[in-house]
């Protein structure tokens, strides 16, 4: 399995020189079965999505987008995937189920006079679906989705196996401002986070407060990256990403911010950037 690091921040893009060195895109992650393969599976559609064009060199995209949720910050960059918007390519969006045509969701951000065309405007094959929690065969991976809190409208985490690696993406989860404080006061560790996380590889998880911040902005549906660095530890995790920058945090700010979260000897933290490419 390879992971490619396309998109990293929260909420809005960030440009500018400050945040060049983390990336200022917004929430998108690439995945290919091996290193020799061009991705079959990407994780959200934010601006960061533009660059899994480059990857296949005028060729069409022929897989899944799989979206987290619909917050504009996961579905920006849909159109402007080059390599999908193709004649000969043939795109999958999966988006969680919440009780409404998956087609009529997208259009909903998608369409006159918020966007010139419809989602049915793209070219090559397009097909919406919606999935819901439990075990799914996506582009040759098993893919678990769980429910996980976040506000604003159902929110999917996703665990992606392909039978001997495996990786876990919560891009946003905010169990604090859902579920209280949990025991240490970052929230607490529920099951289906725990269901996702227990013993992958890697784990890429919101991280767009720090702690201090926690408290004040718990209605914003986040985590601090302390409590992505805890969950991976409970969970058997090996390595975590930081991801969903702030989009205000320069490259300084979260640089310090991995620092201060590289005490334990039990999880190798990083900050999420772009362009990183991970090969399990």
């Known amino acids: 399995m390879r992971i490619d690091i396309c998109g990293v921040r929260g909420s809005t893009p960030s440009p500018g020189r400050e945040f060049v060195g983390v990336g200022g895109n917004t929430s998108c992650v690439a995945v290919a079965n091996d290193a020799s393969q061009l991705p079959t599976l990407l994780l959200d559609a934010g601006t960061g999505i533009s660059s899994v064009t480059a990857q296949f060199a005028g060729a069409p995209f022929r897989g899944t987008i799989l ?4 917050h504009w910050d996961h579905t920006q960059g849909l159109p402007f995937f080059g390599a999908a918007d193709h004649p000969g390519a043939r795109t999958r969006v999966l988006l969680p189920e919440q009780g409404v045509n998956a087609t009529d969701l997208v259009a909903r951000f998608m369409s006159p006079p918020s966007f010139p065309i419809g989602p049915t405007g793209l070219r090559g094959s397009w097909t919406f679906e919606t999935i819901d929690e439990g075990e799914h065969d996506i582009e040759g991976f098993s893919v678990l989705a769980r429910e996980i809190p976040h506000k604003g409208g159902r929110t999917f985490g996703y665990r992606v196996s392909d039978g001997s690696r495996s990786m ?16 240490d006061g970052l929230g607490p560790y529920h099951e ?12 890429i998880h919101d991280a767009q407060h720090t702690t201090a911040e926690l408290s004040e902005r718990a209605t914003f549906g986040h985590s601090a990256g302390a409590y992505a660095v805890e969950l991976a530890r409970r969970c058997g995790v090996r390595r975590v990403l930081l991801f969903h920058h702030d989009p205000t945090r320069t490259d300084d700010q979260i640089a310090d911010i991995v620092s201060s979260l590289r005490r334990s000897r039990d999880v190798i933290v990083d900050a999420a950037i772009e362009g990183m490419r991970i090969d399990l």
């Not at 289906?192 to 784990?203: E, H, I, K, T």
Request: net charge negative; glycine share 18%.
């Open 192 to 203: 289906a986070a725990r269901d996702l996380c227990d013993g992958v590889d890697v784990l």
């Open 67 to 70: 979206l987290g949720h619909l």
């Open 168 to 183: 876990a993406y919560l891009s946003d989860h905010g169990p604090y401002g859902a579920l209280g404080p949990g025991d």
